[in-house]
């Protein structure tokens, strides 16, 4: 098991930063690719940007691509997502994940096993 627990989410003007943090516990941190995805009202939950369990590689959705930045820190069990440039488009609740798994960089959801309760980002016009 583990446990994923999200914080940095917040009201934020277009154009402006949000760094997330997600600290994990319970099992061996740098087992896990870990990921970060987000969900809209109404909306599917949607793939934002996933990184190896050294953190030498990561995958970003195209709609975050040159905005986002994901990082991690085994040492702290703790996996960051630093988000610029924001729009509005970008509000949504933002849930921090896990995957136990080696090679490809995981990207869906169903990759996931382990999810946090999530940390809202609202943007605002």
């Known amino acids: 098991q583990v446990q994923l627990v999200e914080s940095g989410g917040g009201l934020v003007q277009a154009g402006g930063s949000l760094r997330l943090s997600c600290s994990a516990s319970?099992?061996?941190?740098?087992?896990?690719?870990m990921g970060w995805f987000r969900q809209a009202p109404g909306k599917e939950r949607e793939f934002v940007a996933a990184i190896s369990r050294r953190g030498d590689r990561a995958e970003y959705a195209d709609s975050v691509k040159d905005r986002f930045i994901i990082s991690r820190e085994n040492a702290k069990n703790t996996v960051y997502l630093q988000m610029n440039s924001l729009k509005p488009e970008d509000t949504a609740n933002y849930y921090c994940?896990?995957?136990?798994?080696?090679?490809?960089?995981?990207?869906?959801?169903?990759?996931?096993?382990?999810w946090g309760q999530g940390t809202q980002v609202t943007v605002s016009s």
């Open positions: 994940a896990a995957a136990p798994r080696l090679g490809s960089i995981a990207t869906s959801r169903g990759e996931f096993d382990y």
């Open positions: 319970g099992q061996t941190f740098s087992r896990y690719q």
